[in-house]
């Protein structure tokens, strides 16, 4: 399985995956997926160049990540797969890769949203795509640093959003 | 005089200038921005295009930030990016640097002030036991 991790977070590449996460997994591509950020040259620009010694970096729209993650091209590698909502997990999923779990980094807080941990914050949009996740069988974490809990995450976001 | 924005994770700005002030006394145009866990990006950018406003008054900023690719570096990459001749953005933010900074900002544009930085935030470190 070429894709060892994916994270949802709104920072994309920061400080927590560069430095915790790179050294725990030792990734060798990592592969930035929205199709809003995949369409803006400059922040493309910017992602690449922190790009880590040994480390690929990619940004790509969610279905062209896909196909990459299915590819021949891709056996051979440890990707962690970075994108910017539980909306993208949700497509990242309903394309066709096939994941055990998917973790909820950062989430930040916007308007409307409910606070789930000091760093994850949802909206109803988001926990309606989480759901659909959850029901499809996959696990979700909440796993801001590699060390934290890798404990089901599900029962937590439901308990704060009852239907 | 070019202007100075810190920005880090948590309270390293704060404490930075707090620690370069008992060294230089007090500093003007310099601002200090903090990230925490839940803040959005999208307003971290925000909060340094309002801080360059204040410092900047008319011969650019130097951004200082704590860590190469972390987020308050990537808040304040586009900024940096979109006016390279006004902004620089300098990494690993350190005491001397920034002392060395405040001490010589007078008269410098800011290419020169971003080489200052650099420079002084690098051999600001060093190893006891290489000095004997």
Known sequence: ?163 | MIGIVLISHGGLAAGLRDAAEMITGEIDQLECISLQPMDDIDQLVDRIQEAVKKVDVGEGALLLVDLFGASPFNACGRLALAQQDRYELVTGMNLPMLVELVVQREGLTIKEASQIAFEAGKSGVSRLSDKI
């Open chain 1, 1 to 163: 399985m070429p894709v060892t991790h994916i994270r949802m977070d709104n920072r994309l590449i920061h400080g927590q995956i560069l430095v915790s996460w790179n050294s725990a997994l030792n990734i060798d591509h990592l592969i930035v997926t929205n199709d809003k950020v995949a369409e803006d040259p400059m922040q493309v620009t910017l992602l690449k160049a922190v790009t880590p010694i040994g480390v690929k970096v990619s940004v790509l729209p969610i279905k062209e990540c896909v196909e990459y993650c299915l590819s021949p091209e891709a056996e051979e590698e440890n990707i962690f797969v970075i994108t910017k909502f539980p909306e993208d997990g949700l497509a990242l999923i309903e394309n066709g890769l096939s994941i055990d779990t998917l973790n909820l980094g950062n989430q930040a807080f916007v308007r409307g949203a409910k606070k789930l941990s000091n760093s994850v914050y949802l909206t109803e949009e988001g926990v309606k795509a989480l759901k659909k996740i959850h029901e499809k069988g996959i696990n979700l974490t909440c796993r801001m640093l590699p060390k934290d809990s890798k404990s089901e995450f599900w029962p937590v976001i439901e308990k704060n959003f009852p239907e």
